[in-house]
């Protein structure tokens, strides 16, 4: 129960800090958002209309930073995160609704299928250390090196320009409505595969890696030995004993995972052109929009303490001594 408090208390105040900066950082950006909007109508608007928007905007209030932080408490308790500059009149809320199922659904299923591999590659390498198993290290090694976007990139010149095999851009045909079909689907499927791709070949490595090196670490330890001195079967003290504890920390680091699959996609979806998050985020950086900066910041900063609030359950209900006063 201690536990339980003390981890509460600490995400709270973590929450509010992050809430803060949320709230301080597009503020202490330099630019305008009218003058960036205007800037990028090329003249289409007319100069002398530039107050009226800000009237419309509600950047005309001149109210003081403070004022302007408990009004932004204020909106986000009741779940308003203002309405969007770059395409005003939608309310932000409704965007990154829009953004977010396709970050969760491309990178999460990425992360799973990353985590599954690496982690049962990792047990089968481990525990045949020393043969040839062990020469699959080094290239998995070599493509978690390799920068993320230079992978994507060459996964495009290779599939989409060479080969022709899937498409280079986009996240779905936009010949077709979206819809629970299961063209549209399939459609799905094979705009998020070569993205998929890049999210799986950049991250396996590490899951081998820490999976590989605790199931060696476990592997000496005395109650693996007493496994084996009973008589056990071999894929019973594998699976049962050694992976059982040695999956410990990969979980833990599975459940911080997934809090970045929300933010941890920039890059990805600039290079592929994804609808997602990350991308919609780049979006509002480039046009100086604060209100959506802001609830992708906000969404993003509260997936990473969702995801950091399971892994310290988790772990603690998996292994007890977690919950110990320090």
């Not at 800000?54 to 403070?66: H, I, K, M």
């Not at 250390?129 to 994507?152: E, K, N, Q």
Request: proline share 5%; with cysteine; charged share 10%.
């Amino acid at each position: 129960m201690r536990f339980a408090v003390r981890r509460t208390i600490f995400y709270l105040i973590t929450a509010w800090a992050a809430v803060t900066i949320n709230f301080l950082i597009p503020r202490l950006m330099p630019g305008d958002p009218v003058t960036a909007l205007m800037g990028r109508m090329q003249g289409r608007i007319d100069s002398n209309a530039e107050e009226s928007i800000r009237v419309l905007f509600g950047l005309d209030t001149g109210a003081s930073v403070w004022q302007q932080y408990v009004d932004y408490w204020g909106l986000l308790l009741r779940g308003d995160l203002g309405l969007s500059f770059t395409f005003f009149p939608t309310p932000v809320s409704e965007i990154v609704q829009q953004a977010l199922p396709w970050t969760i659904g491309l990178v999460g299923v990425a992360t799973i299928i990353s985590f599954t591999l690496g982690t049962g590659i990792g047990v089968a390498i481990g525990w045949r250390r020393g043969t040839w198993a062990d020469a699959l290290l080094p290239i998995t090694t070599f493509f978690s090196a390799v920068p993320y976007f230079w992978l994507g990139l060459i996964a495009i010149t290779v599939f989409s320009v060479t080969l022709g095999w899937f498409p280079s851009s986009g996240s779905y045909d936009r010949g077709l409505v979206p819809t629970w079909s299961w063209e549209f689907v399939g459609s799905v499927i094979y705009y998020g595969f070569l993205p998929a791709l890049t999210v799986v070949l950049s991250s396996i490595a590490g899951w081998i890696l820490g999976m590989r090196n605790m199931l060696v670490t476990v592997s000496s330890e005395d109650y693996v030995t007493v496994a084996h001195a009973k008589g056990l079967p071999e894929r019973r003290v594998m699976v049962g004993y050694a992976a059982r504890n040695a999956i410990l920390p990969q979980v833990s680091n599975f459940a911080l995972s997934l809090g970045f699959v929300v933010g941890g996609t920039l890059i990805m979806e600039m290079v592929f052109s994804y609808q997602g998050i990350g991308y919609t985020l780049f979006q509002a950086v480039n046009t100086q929009d604060y209100p959506l900066m802001q609830g992708c910041f906000l969404v993003i900063t509260l997936a990473v303490l969702g995801a950091n609030i399971i892994a310290d359950f988790v772990y603690a209900a998996l292994d007890p001594r977690a919950r110990q006063e320090g």
